[in-house]
């Protein structure tokens, strides 16, 4: 069973760069696409972007200025950076394997990230 | 890239059945056959029930059942059940292999 789990700081401060990486366990990073999506207090979900373990990515045009994803095969773990961070980043923040829609993909349980001084 | 429109809340009791729309536009609803819904119950990882407009992943109850028109995709929920209660959203592709999600719904069995 392929298991994701986020880590990263839970408190981030006002311009600074969000990091946050999704361990993947029961499987192989490799040959498959990773999202990042995230929700803010009260709202929808927001697709970030994706990123295919040979680097190629697709980002969210919103957030495409600000956004980078990386994968690292030795450690079998992606990650999300987010840069110039307002309060309105404040979401829990998931990854996911697969694109959005996905019919073998898996989610992990989100982390919350607030971004305040 | 907008958010697709979905009502905020929609009810009903148990046994009944309920549709949830999600409202996009032509540059992606409309645009291509790649709607998916996700449940999501608080505090869990949300889980995909519907993909491609009206298929469903292998486990998902024949309960939940997906559909297009137009701009106009929809969820039903067919023998509404207690477990049934959660968020819903709807995603679509939005061309250049982007994806965009929907506002949200929140069901609530009465």
């Known amino acids: 069973q392929v298991q994701l789990q986020e880590s990263g700081p839970g408190l981030v401060k006002p311009s600074e760069t969000l990091s946050l990486t999704c361990d993947v366990s029961?499987?192989?990073?490799?040959?498959?696409?990773w999202s990042w999506i995230r929700q803010s207090p009260g709202k929808g979900l927001e697709w970030i972007g994706y990123i295919y373990d040979g680097g190629s990515t697709n980002y969210n045009p919103s957030l495409k200025s600000r956004v980078t994803m990386s994968v690292d095969t030795s450690k079998n773990q992606f990650s999300l950076k987010l840069t110039s961070v307002t309060a309105a980043d404040t979401a829990v923040y998931y990854c996911a394997r697969g694109a959005p829609g996905y019919s073998s993909g898996y989610w992990g349980q989100g982390t919350l990230v607030t971004i305040s001084s | 890239q907008s958010a697709l429109t979905q009502p905020a809340s929609v009810s009903g009791s148990p046994g009944q059945s309920i549709t949830i729309s999600c409202t996009g536009s032509s540059s992606d609803v409309g645009g291509y056959n790649l709607v998916s819904w996700y449940q999501h119950h608080p505090g869990k990882a949300p889980k995909l029930i519907i993909y491609e407009v009206t298929k469903r992943p292998s486990g998902v109850s024949d309960r939940f059942s997906g559909s297009k028109s137009g701009n106009t995709a929809s969820l039903t929920i067919s023998g509404l059940q207690a477990e049934d209660e959660a968020d819903y959203h709807c995603c679509s592709h939005a061309g250049s292999f982007t994806y965009v999600f929907g506002t949200g719904t929140k069901v609530t069995v009465l």
């Open positions: 029961g499987g192989s990073v490799s040959r498959y696409y």
